[in-house]
Antibody, heavy 121, light 107 residues
């Protein structure tokens, strides 16, 4: 089955850029689906960040738009997240996930294990 | 954005109890609603999709129902492995949004 794995720094300084990569295995990133980032602040709920289609089409959460870039590298079967101008409020566990589009629309059916990113000086 | 409100925020239950969690959306989402289970330190997993369809591999004690703005997740007989936090998520209109979660604890 499809597996996803996040990678990237666990500590980012305020005003810096949070960068994470998600590697997809046992499946092609060029499949007809969306690849997604979701975050969860400590002790809090889930927040959808944004998504990218294999073609490079993106959808972003308006609450983060302007600070966010999601990109795809089909040659490496990876997609990436860059969140700019971070503050302590961006401290969270960041998950990458696959969004399948069957009955009922976007369903996040495969997830990475999550990567804790702390924003601190 | 479509707001998703779950109730209760937490509940205590005993093994073999029947429990129900409710999710209300701020707009009609036409059964574009999924339910997830999350255990501490783990990623969420899908239980129910499209309001009432059981995800492959999920025990039949889990069921979902609802329409328009009101949805429920029911566990017919809670098992020890079901103590976790449950989230609903709407897939009707981006940005996709989640409920705040319902933590199911052992009584």
């Amino acid at each position: 089955q499809v597996q996803l794995q996040e990678s990237g720094p666990g500590l980012v300084k305020p005003s810096g850029t949070l960068s994470l990569t998600c590697t997809v295995s046992n499946g092609s990133i060029s499949s007809l689906t969306w690849w997604t980032w979701v975050r969860q602040s400590p002790g809090k709920g889930l927040e959808w960040i944004g998504e990218i289609y294999y073609s490079g089409t993106t959808n972003y959460n308006p609450s983060l738009k302007g600070r966010l870039t999601i990109s795809v590298d089909r040659s490496k079967n990876q997609f990436s997240l860059d969140l700019h101008s971070v503050t302590v409020a961006d401290t969270a566990v960041y998950y990458c996930a696959r969004a399948s589009r069957g009955p009922g629309g976007h369903k996040f059916d495969y997830w990475g294990q999550g990567s804790l990113v702390t924003v601190s000086s | 954005d479509i707001q998703m409100t779950q109730s209760p925020t937490s509940l205590s239950a005993s093994v073999r109890d029947r429990i129900t969690i409710t999710c209300r959306s701020s707009h009609n989402i036409s059964t574009y609603l999924h339910w997830y289970q999350q255990k501490p330190g783990k990623a969420p997993t899908v239980l129910i999709y499209h309001a009432s369809s059981l995800e492959s591999g999920v025990p039949s004690r889990f069921s979902g129902s609802g329409s328009v703005t009101d949805y429920t997740l029911t566990i017919s007989s809670v098992q020890p492995e079901d103590f976790a936090t449950y989230y609903c998520q709407q897939s009707y209109s981006a940005p996709w949004t989640f409920g705040q979660g319902t933590k199911v604890e052992i009584k």
